[in-house]
Nanobody, 113 residues
């Protein structure tokens, strides 16, 4: 079955950077588009970024456009999210997921001074 292990979260000051990773297994990673979502306290889960199976196309939520970059390494079955110029409103649990399967544990990102 689909297994997803997010990592790389932590506490960072406003304006800082983090790189999230997602190790995927249990499915043909290179065959599917992948997504990063986030859920802030008291808010619904939202789609942050999406990347095609080949990595050739991607799209972003308006709130992160120009600051976040999604990428993937199909040889390593790994998805990434480079987050720059972080803001307090980026504080959330971040999840990776294809368009099917269950959610992983996520990784906490806290942006605070």
């Amino acid at each position: 079955q689909v297994q997803l292990a997010e990592s790389g979260g932590g506490l960072v000051q406003p304006g800082g950077s983090l790189r999230l990773s997602c190790a995927a297994s249990g499915f043909s990673f290179s065959a599917y588009a992948m997504n990063w979502y986030r859920q802030a306290p008291g808010k619904e889960r939202e789609l942050v970024a999406r990347i095609s199976n080949s990595g050739g196309t991607s799209r972003y939520a308006d709130s992160v456009k120009g600051r976040f970059t999604i990428s993937r390494d199909n040889a390593k079955n790994t998805l990434y999210l480079q987050m720059n110029s972080l803001k307090p409103e980026d504080t959330a649990v971040y999840y990776c997921k294809p368009d099917f399967g269950s959610w992983g544990q996520g990784t906490q990102v806290t942006v605070s001074s």
